[in-house]
Antibody, heavy 113, light 110 residues
Framework: EVQLVESGGGLVQPGGSLRLSCAAS????????MHWVRQAPGKGLVWVSR????????NYADSVKGRFTISRDNAKNTLYLQMNSLRAEDTAVYYC??????WGQGTMVTVSS | QAGLTQPPSVSKGLRQTATLTCTGN????????AAWLQQHQGHPPKLLSY???NRPSGISERFSASRSGNTASLTITGLQPDDEADYYC???????????FGGGTKLTVL
């Protein structure tokens, strides 16, 4: 079964850090460019970051540049998002997606004191 | 950050045709076109079309995408109750080196 499973979300204080993981199975993970997309409660989709298939190239939304880092381990079929200096406006469900074709169920990140 | 503009809502009757629009600039839609995604409440998005009118496996032919200049469109024919959802367009902005999403259109099937 083709699947992406996110983990690592939770409640964190402003200024804190979290690392999200996205485990892939059922498809050739190493062939796909991968994305993180977030969705604040009741709001639309917002693209966060992407990484190419071998991890050599990354891009970020302006709102997270310098604070978030995307990475991948193709040997472990896993995508990561290291999130530092978190702000209240980072509160959202975070989805990982393989070329926008395969999506996980999302993991909730809440930034609050 | 530059974005894509979608109408917030569209309402159409059962079995009618709905056309959803997505307007950007030449750095975005005018370049490689747009992808379209459907999202039902409480579920992750689902890809309907990419690079204008390429449908992933399993997506109904009732969904077709097109582009004219800097406006991308998604046409849904023979509307069904399950088509009631939020629809998002997305495209690569070459000037920002970033993907952008439209604000989404809520489609109501009457």
């Amino acid at each position: 079964e083709v699947q992406l499973v996110e983990s690592g979300g939770g409640l964190v204080q402003p200024g804190g850090s979290l690392r999200l993981s996205c485990a892939a199975s059922g498809f050739t993970f190493s062939s796909y460019w991968m994305h993180w997309v977030r969705q604040a409660p009741g709001k639309g989709l917002v693209w966060v970051s992407r990484i190419n298939s071998d991890g050599s190239s990354t891009n970020y939304a302006d709102s997270v540049k310098g604070r978030f880092t995307i990475s991948r381990d193709n040997a472990k079929n896993t995508l990561y998002l290291q999130m530092n200096s978190l702000r209240a406006e980072d509160t959202a469900v975070y989805y990982c997606a393989a070329a926008f074709d395969i999506w996980g169920q999302g993991t909730m990140v809440t930034v609050s004191s | 950050q530059a974005g894509l503009t979608q109408p917030p809502s569209v309402s159409k009757g059962l079995r009618q045709t709905a056309t959803l629009t997505c307007t950007g600039n030449s750095n975005i839609v005018g370049n490689q076109g747009a992808a379209w995604l459907q999202q039902h409440q409480g579920h992750p998005p689902k890809l309907l079309s990419y690079r204008n009118n390429n449908r992933p496996s399993g997506i109904s032919e009732r969904f077709s995408a097109s582009r004219s200049g800097n406006t991308a469109s998604l046409t849904i024919t023979g509307l069904q109750p399950d088509d009631e959802a939020d629809y998002y367009c997305s495209a690569w902005d070459s000037s920002l080196s970033a993907w952008v999403f439209g604000g989404g259109t809520k489609l109501t099937v009457l």
